[in-house]
């Protein structure tokens, strides 16, 4: 899901990914799908640094950027989004891929047979989707980033291991005998991505993709073989690492559960998609 979100949103944003999830945040904190009517709830540039792990200055710098793109506006309690960004073409798309990957992941979740919650019987608003992507989105950025440091590093070491283990994450047989730690996937079911593809999927400058790639690499995330990339398992079954796999994976749980409250049909999650399921990236 996060490398549909990424691929969509870090275009809409020249490249920029820390814009556009600084982005997503106050989109989110203004209260995507409120209602008409509804008061935006503002958020400081000081929580937006914390709640990012970002610098003050860093911060202050993207929000005055965003603020002179007319994506988001100054208020006396903060910043909040502008009235009219979904009238961006780049905007509602980013939207649009969030919401529907966040359905195709229901979906892929109840194939797997992962237990789903009880869903609450009222009409259904495609907000309630576009904030759970977004949700998903920055609750594994904020719970990783004691691991990556940075929100790049994360956003390439997860589409490494999207295309490395795609072989593995679409088989049901095969997920369920790899999805514990102590089932280590073999070589063989695993395919090395070139960094170039990497970068073309992210929409980054190759350039760009190639430094990050370097830094990844001499971390110990990420291994060179066979003429691409694999994320390094030793580091991945790392009992830290583990440990924040499995909030990760709590934070999931309780992000389905509030858009069970909210009214997704869990019980018929193809019948919320806007446009259909998104196709897979494309890594060969």
């Not at 009517?37 to 200055?57: C, D, K, M, V, Y």
């Not at 980054?204 to 694999?230: D, E, M, N």
């Not at 559960?257 to 990236?281: E, I, K, T």
């Amino acid at each position: 899901m996060q490398t549909s979100i990424l691929s969509a949103g870090i275009p809409a944003f020249d490249g920029d990914l820390d814009r556009f999830g600084i982005f997503a945040l106050i989109v989110r904190q203004s209260g995507l799908g409120a209602g008409e009517g509804a008061t935006p709830a503002a958020i400081s540039i000081n929580s937006l640094a914390t709640s990012l792990s970002r610098p003050f200055e860093t911060m202050r710098r993207h929000v005055n950027a965003l603020i002179a793109d007319g994506l988001c506006m100054r208020t006396s309690a903060g910043v909040i989004a502008a009235p009219g960004y979904l009238e961006r073409p780049a905007i509602a798309r980013t939207l649009q891929v969030t919401h529907d990957s966040f359905v195709r992941i229901v979906e892929d979740l109840i194939a797997f047979d992962q237990p789903m919650p009880m869903q609450r019987r009222i009409a259904y608003d495609p907000s309630v989707s576009v904030r759970a992507g977004a949700d998903m989105m920055l609750a594994v950025a904020d719970g990783n980033m004691v691991l990556h440091h940075q929100w790049m590093n994360l956003a390439l070491f997860s589409t490494v291991l999207c295309a490395a283990m795609r072989d593995v994450t679409y088989d049901p047989i095969l997920a369920r005998l790899y999805a514990t730690a102590t089932n280590v996937v073999p070589d063989f079911l695993c395919r090395p991505v070139r960094p170039s593809v990497v970068a073309r999927t992210l929409h980054l400058p190759y350039s760009t993709a190639q430094r990050r790639i370097a830094q990844i690499v001499a971390g110990g995330t990420v291994t060179k073989a066979r003429g691409g990339l694999l994320p390094a398992q030793a580091w991945m079954n790392a009992p830290d690492v583990v440990a924040v796999s499995t909030s990760s994976f709590h934070n999931i749980r309780r992000i389905l559960g509030v858009a069970a409250a909210a009214g997704f049909p869990f019980d018929n999650p193809a019948s919320a998609y806007l446009v259909g399921r998104p196709p897979r990236a494309q890594f060969d």
